[in-house]
Every structure is written in C-alpha cells, then in structure tokens.
C-alpha cells in the first residue's frame, strides 16, 4: 500500500499543510493557524493531529479534517516552551514532547487531548532546540540537539521518564535532528554546519550512528522525514527558501529535487506518514462466568446446566447493553466454567470471604490476580444466604483490565435480593475499575448511570427498564483508559461530552 504522507510548513501568509499518494504532492494546499510549521501526525484511524505553540510559549493540540480545517484547539498544560513541540500516536494515545525554557524536556500523554498535561520534566536539562518524537511498537523515542552541540536520542517504555545517550557523528550538529519510525525501525537526520545531511536508522535506536548521506549543501536547517517500511521520504528548506523533497532505501544517499507548486517558505516543514502496516494486536481480558459449588451444597437440588445457560444469557445481555453504551466496543466473552469449591459454606462467609472465593476460582483456572486476564463472574451456589452475607460486589485485580464480580445463584432465578441484571452491569462496571456516582457528587438514587442506586434502572429477569440506565461522561473516560478489557473504545469528547462541562475527578469514597 502506498504511504499516505502529511506535511506542514510556513510561508509569508502564515502556516500550511498539505498531503501526498505515493509522494506525489499536489499543488493545492490548506491554510492553518500559526506563522510557523505546526508539528503532525496521523492516528490509527487515519486523521491528522497537529501541535503548536504561541507567542506565550503555550502548547495547543488540535484535529485536522481532510481539507485541513482546523478543530477545537486544547491547551496542554504544565510547561511553557520557546520552540516548537513535537507530537505523534503512540499505543492509540496522543504523545506531546516540548523543551522547556530550561533545556528540560516534558511529555504529556493520554487519550483525551482535553486532559493532556505535561508531566516532567522528562531529563535535566540538556537540550537547545525542540524535539522530535517517533514510536515504534514497544517505546517511545525522542532526539534532540544538546547544548555541546551533540545529537542525542532517548527512549521511554511508559511515556513518562527518558533516557537518553549522545549519538556518533562526525561533525557537530548545527540545528536539532528529526526522528520517524516504522514498526520496530527508527531513522534519524541531523545536518553539520555546512548544510550536510545526514542520517541514520536502526531497529528500536541500537547502536544508532549518522553517516552522510546528502549530496551538495543546499539547506540550513535538519530535513523533517517519515520513515514508510526501508523508504525514508524527507522534506527541507531550501538556503533558496524553496522546498525541496527526496525519497530512497534506507541506508542510501538521499538526492533531493525541489517542489515549485508551493513557491517560497518561510519556515523549515514537518512532515508525518500515515501508518498501514498492520496494527500490533492488543492484548484483551474476557468476562468469563464461573459456578462456584460449596463442598456441602446438595448437588441433587443443584440445576447447573439451567444456571449455566442462565448465566450465559445474562453475560450475552450484558455485553450487547455494554455495546450500546459505548457504541465503539464491548467486552469480550469466554467459556463459562464450573468450579467444586474445596470447603463448605461456612469458610466463605465473614472478613476475607470476598477474596478466598475469588482466589479459589483462580487458583483453579490455573490464574492469579496479579496476572490474570480474565474478569470472573463467579455464581455462588449455596442456598438462600442471609442478607448479611449476601455477596454482590466486585473489584478489579491486581492484574491491569481484570477483575472479579461474586453474585448469589439465588438472586439468578428470583431476582432477590437483588435484581441480576441490573447488579450484574453494575458489578461490571466495578471490576472494569469504576466507582459509585457518589464520587462524582451524584445521588446514587436518581442519577441515571448503571453506577447508581436508581431504582428505576432495576432489571426484571432478562427484561430491561425503559428508558435503559447510562454512562457519564467522566464513566466513558475511564473505560477508555482500560486499555485491556476495552481495548478498542476510544473516549471522543464531542461525542461522549457534547456539553462540553468540565470532566469531575473522583473523589475517595
């Protein structure tokens, strides 16, 4: 498939972007807001971001349409920069680098650009010029240009901390370096000061070293480039205030030809390819039923296949109401089990008995909750409980996107004493890490999440309420961050907040 290429840069009316099929750029261009070349990056979905900064040393993020119109801008906050940020899609999160007024360099990462805040710094400070950020399948990558002059690159495996190391280069570097990758590759580009170019490419930046590669000097600043499988396309300034453009194998020289369509720049392009290799499968918890049978159950009593079947149904509802909710996603199911319990009912009754079923059940799938990646959703079958040791609660693991959710096989057949349905959506939404309404200041009997007491969301065996209970937005955001049960869903703050209120922090209940 041929690249899909993106670049911006800036002329004498401001800043302007442009896309290219197969490296054949069009003269038709958009104009965006800036005086200088915003930076940009494709998501997995195929749309542009684009990061910039103000004269106040502000960082803005935004959403390109395909005309290159520009969104709703939002303040990333945290740090004040004097250059340009670098911005790219890393892990279906947003990835923001800046160096602040000190040299330090600051990350902001997440999947609400409304949320991003620049946490840091990153580094002491060390660098002179602005970033460039790449990510390949398992790290982030940033280079920079330090104060010796050296060109260093760094790495980070949580989008947090970073450490970096200087990279060979024969000569001192005169303006910062750019980075791009592809898969588990990265490239590097650097210029000395007589407007050579070089660069340099590896798997995950091992053992990285620029080698020049251009030919005559014919640009003061570091070429932008985009790394698409081994082809690496690049983009520069002219010293003739021209753009030029190149395109080769990784490895070989890089002969560059200019681009008349989009007459003379004003300032050094960014440039940016959208990604079509095939996206790293993410991993994915399973919601996986499980009856519990106490050692000293009359099993003769015991209907465990209209229990199972029951239960499934239950699961299946559950799920396609999850659906609903999100729209994007729902969890995924496994095969229900059946579990003989190793004590009798007693054991599993008083403090601790939440954990002994749940560990039970675990230990006898050959999982724990430090690892597992699955969400149990155990039925426990020992008669009528009493009220005061009724289970039905959940919590997550200690596993990331996993959990376990215990409920009364009673309450399965006779909705009492709670309703199944309803407590089943409810428990879920716990052991998918979410808290009651009340820790966003809602009344858990009238607010009209799942997450609530409501008694008008309450469920009648497989029949639901009219109208069905909903999510709150703040709800919609920390399911997009379980990034393992829910994988796929992406909070969209137009569509999950369409009023635009300010998003509640939870509180500690």
Same mark, same amino acid.
């Given at each position: 498939?041929?690249?899909?290429?993106?670049?911006?840069?800036?002329?004498?009316?401001?800043?302007r972007?442009?896309?290219?099929?197969?490296?054949?750029?069009a003269a038709?261009?958009?104009?965006?807001?800036?005086?200088?070349?915003?930076?940009?990056?494709?998501?997995?979905?195929?749309?542009?971001?684009?990061?910039?900064?103000?004269?106040?040393?502000r960082?803005?993020?935004?959403?390109?349409?395909?005309?290159?119109v520009?969104?709703?801008?939002?303040l990333?906050?945290?740090?004040?920069?004097?250059?340009?940020?670098?911005?790219?899609?890393?892990?279906?999160?947003?990835?923001?680098?800046?160096?602040?007024?000190?040299?330090?360099?600051?990350?902001?990462?997440?999947?609400?650009?409304?949320?991003?805040r620049?946490r840091?710094?990153?580094?002491?400070?060390?660098?002179?010029?602005p970033p460039? *950020? %790449?990510?390949?399948?398992?790290? $982030? &990558?940033?280079?920079? +240009? !330090?104060t #010796? =002059? /050296?060109?260093?690159?760094?790495?980070?495996?949580?989008?947090?901390?970073?450490?970096?190391?200087?990279?060979?280069?024969?000569?001192?570097?005169?303006?910062?370096?750019?980075?791009?990758?592809?898969?588990?590759?990265?490239?590097?580009?650097?210029?000395?000061?007589?407007?050579h170019?070089?660069?340099?490419?590896?798997?995950?930046?091992?053992?990285?070293?620029?080698?020049?590669?251009?030919?005559a000097?014919?640009?003061?600043?570091?070429?932008? *480039? %985009?790394?698409h499988?081994?082809? $690496? &396309?690049?983009?520069? +300034? !002219?010293? #003739? =205030? /021209?753009?030029y453009r190149?395109?080769?194998?990784?490895?070989?020289?890089?002969?560059?030809s200019a681009?008349?369509?989009?007459?003379?720049a004003?300032?050094?392009p960014r440039?940016?390819?959208?990604?079509?290799?095939?996206?790293v499968?993410?991993?994915?918890?399973?919601?996986?039923?499980?009856?519990?049978?106490?050692?000293?159950?009359?099993?003769?009593?015991?209907?465990?296949?209209?229990?199972?079947?029951?239960?499934?149904?239950?699961?299946?509802? %559950?799920?396609?109401?999850?659906r609903?909710?999100?729209?994007?996603?729902?969890?995924?199911?496994?095969?229900?089990?059946?579990?003989?319990?190793?004590r009798?009912?007693?054991?599993?009754?008083?403090?601790?008995?939440?954990?002994?079923v749940?560990?039970?059940?675990?230990?006898?799938?050959?999982?724990?909750?430090?690892?597992?990646?699955?969400t149990?959703?155990?039925?426990?079958a020992?008669?009528?409980?009493?009220?005061?040791?009724?289970?039905?609660?959940?919590?997550?693991?200690?596993?990331?996107?996993s959990?376990?959710?215990?409920?009364?096989?009673?309450?399965?057949?006779?909705d009492?004493?709670?309703?199944f349905?309803?407590t089943?959506?409810?428990?879920?939404?716990?052991?998918f890490?979410?808290?009651?309404?009340?820790?966003?200041?809602?009344?858990m009997?009238?607010?009209?999440?799942i997450?609530?007491?409501?008694?008008?969301?309450?469920?009648?065996?497989?029949?639901?309420?009219?109208?069905?209970?909903?999510?709150?937005?703040?709800?919609?955001?920390?399911?997009g961050?379980?990034?393992?049960?829910?994988?796929?869903?992406?909070?969209?703050?137009a569509?999950h907040?369409?009023?635009?209120?300010?998003?509640?922090?939870?509180?500690?209940?």
């Amino acid at each position: 498939m041929p690249p899909m290429l993106s670049m911006s840069w800036g002329d004498e009316g401001g800043a302007r972007t442009a896309v290219a099929l197969r490296d054949e750029w069009a003269a038709s261009s958009a104009r965006i807001e800036g005086d200088r070349a915003p930076a940009i990056c494709f998501d997995r979905s195929g749309r542009r971001w684009c990061a910039t900064a103000d004269e106040q040393g502000r960082v803005w993020l935004c959403a390109l349409d395909r005309a290159g119109v520009m969104g709703e801008r939002s303040l990333v906050a945290g740090a004040l920069t004097d250059h340009a940020p670098s911005v790219v899609c890393w892990r279906d999160k947003l990835c923001v680098a800046i160096v602040d007024r000190d040299g330090a360099l600051f990350l902001a990462t997440g999947q609400d650009p409304t949320r991003l805040r620049f946490r840091g710094p990153a580094s002491i400070a060390v660098a002179s010029g602005p970033p460039s *950020i %790449a990510a390949t399948c398992a790290r $982030l &990558h940033i280079a920079f +240009l !330090g104060t #010796d =002059r /050296r060109v260093y690159v760094g790495s980070s495996d949580d989008g947090r901390s970073i450490g970096y190391r200087a990279v060979s280069m024969p000569r001192r570097a005169a303006s910062s370096p750019t980075l791009s990758a592809w898969g588990e590759n990265i490239a590097l580009c650097a210029i000395d000061d007589n407007g050579h170019v070089y660069t340099a490419s590896s798997h995950e930046g091992v053992e990285l070293a620029l080698v020049r590669r251009g030919g005559a000097a014919i640009t003061r600043s570091t070429p932008a *480039i %985009a790394l698409h499988e081994r082809t $690496l &396309h690049a983009m520069l +300034l !002219g010293t #003739d =205030r /021209r753009l030029y453009r190149a395109c080769a194998s990784v490895g070989h020289p890089l002969d560059f030809s200019a681009l008349p369509a989009f007459g003379e720049a004003e300032s050094a392009p960014r440039l940016c390819c959208a990604r079509d290799d095939e996206p790293v499968e993410p991993r994915r918890s399973r919601v996986v039923g499980a009856l519990f049978v106490a050692r000293d159950v009359d099993r003769t009593a015991l209907r465990v296949g209209a229990a199972i079947a029951l239960l499934d149904r239950h699961l299946q509802l %559950a799920r396609e109401r999850y659906r609903r909710w999100l729209e994007d996603d729902t969890f995924a199911l496994g095969d229900t089990v059946v579990v003989e319990a190793e004590r009798s009912i007693d054991h599993y009754a008083g403090d601790g008995a939440w954990e002994r079923v749940r560990d039970e059940v675990l230990a006898s799938q050959a999982d724990n909750a430090d690892t597992s990646l699955c969400t149990y959703v155990i039925l426990f079958a020992r008669g009528k409980p009493t009220p005061e040791d009724c289970f039905g609660s959940a919590g997550p693991n200690h596993a990331e996107g996993s959990g376990a959710v215990i409920v009364e096989l009673s309450s399965l057949f006779a909705d009492a004493p709670y309703p199944f349905q309803s407590t089943l959506v409810h428990e879920l939404g716990h052991a998918f890490g979410l808290p009651h309404v009340s820790a966003y200041g809602e009344s858990m009997e009238q607010c009209e999440s799942i997450m609530s007491y409501n008694p008008r969301h309450w469920t009648r065996g497989l029949s639901l309420p009219e109208p069905d209970a909903t999510l709150l937005p703040e709800e919609l955001l920390a399911l997009g961050q379980n990034e393992v049960a829910l994988p796929d869903f992406r909070f969209d703050p137009a569509k999950h907040n369409p009023s635009r209120r300010p998003l509640r922090t939870p509180r500690d209940e």
